[in-house]
């Protein structure tokens, strides 16, 4: 079959991964897969000159200078606009499925004529965490006439139960049991927890500390490890002992002492980076039990290229 992605942008978040494992399986299965998406965003001038009054220049670099996105190291056919903007009908091949990965992409999926595939709209988030009017047009988005797949059953019923019934289906994302694996190896002591921290409140990072704390009411010696690119926006309860994102490693900053918290490079996990590598690693053989709210917070930072 010829199978074309809409996408937002290129870059190195979880949900592109996801496409980009996606596309490339397909392939491989013998389909006709591109992938077309707009070009980054670029930072205006006054943008650039406040980041670098605020010290923000690793940010400014960051959206300056990207790095190859999950789709660019997939190494499957890719077509970039030439600018942020909505897709058209001139900037696809005629195609037998057309899959949205956005709920703007979902948007312009609909304006496309029959000849451009049968639409389907991949739903990787509850996507209406930037307020406003956003809300209204994610919901609009949702109702369009489109088979709709969700990646878990939580998702699926939190997006229902705003909506009504939406004929979703629920594909869940699989596990690479080949990277995500770890030698068997004696039960760690002291016992040992963790999970994914970011910002975003939908993440859930604030859950999964209180989760760790009632834990602990039962097992006081209870290691908890968090991981994640963003320093805490609120305060972390309990002692931490907090490796800021921008440091070398193994120099950690005293907070507090029973949770760490370990920060990746601006742009994680690309390849050839030396730094991430080692933080996986160590954290891997800590024999650490990951943990995450039920949905999609297991995807909380930037994950790692297939291999």
Not at 90 to 106: H, K
Not at 131 to 158: F, T
Not at 188 to 197: A, D, L, M, Q, S
Not at 210 to 235: I, K, M, N, Q, Y
């Amino acid at each position: 079959m010829r199978i074309t992605f809409l996408m937002p942008a290129d870059d190195l978040t979880g949900g592109n991964r996801v496409v980009g494992m996606y596309a490339k399986h397909l392939r491989e299965r013998g389909h006709e897969v591109l992938v077309v998406s707009n070009a980054p965003d670029r930072p205006s001038l006054r943008e650039h000159a406040r980041a670098l009054r605020d010290g923000r220049w690793r940010e400014v670099r960051a959206r300056r200078y990207p790095p190859p996105g999950h789709i660019a190291l997939s190494g499957v056919p890719h077509k970039v606009l030439e600018r942020p903007r909505p897709m058209t009908a001139a900037d696809l091949p005629d195609a037998d499925v057309l899959i949205a990965t956005w709920w703007e992409t979902a948007v312009w999926m609909q304006q496309m004529p029959p000849s451009k595939g049968r639409k389907v709209h991949l739903v990787q988030g509850y996507e209406v965490w930037a307020g406003g009017d956003v809300k209204a047009r994610v919901h609009a988005a949702l109702r369009l006439p489109n088979r709709k797949i969700a990646i878990s059953a939580s998702l699926a019923r939190d997006i229902e139960a705003e909506l009504g019934d939406l004929v979703i289906t629920v594909v869940p994302n699989a596990v690479d049991l080949v990277q995500f694996d770890a030698p068997p190896r004696p039960r760690g002591e002291p016992p040992t927890v963790g999970f994914i921290y970011a910002h975003a409140q939908f993440k859930g990072a604030d859950i999964c500390i209180r989760a760790c704390e009632l834990a602990r009411r039962e097992l006081p010696g209870l290691r908890v490890l968090a991981f994640g690119g963003d320093l805490p926006s609120f305060r972390i309860p309990g002692c931490v002992d907090l490796l800021a994102s921008d440091a070398p490693l193994p120099r950690y900053v005293a907070v507090s002492r029973q949770l760490l918290l370990v920060g990746p490079d601006t742009v994680p996990f690309a390849e050839g980076r030396p730094r991430a590598a080692r933080v996986l690693a160590e954290l891997k053989g800590r024999n650490a039990a990951f943990v995450a709210r039920a949905g999609d917070s297991i995807d909380l930072f930037e994950l790692p290229p297939p291999r």
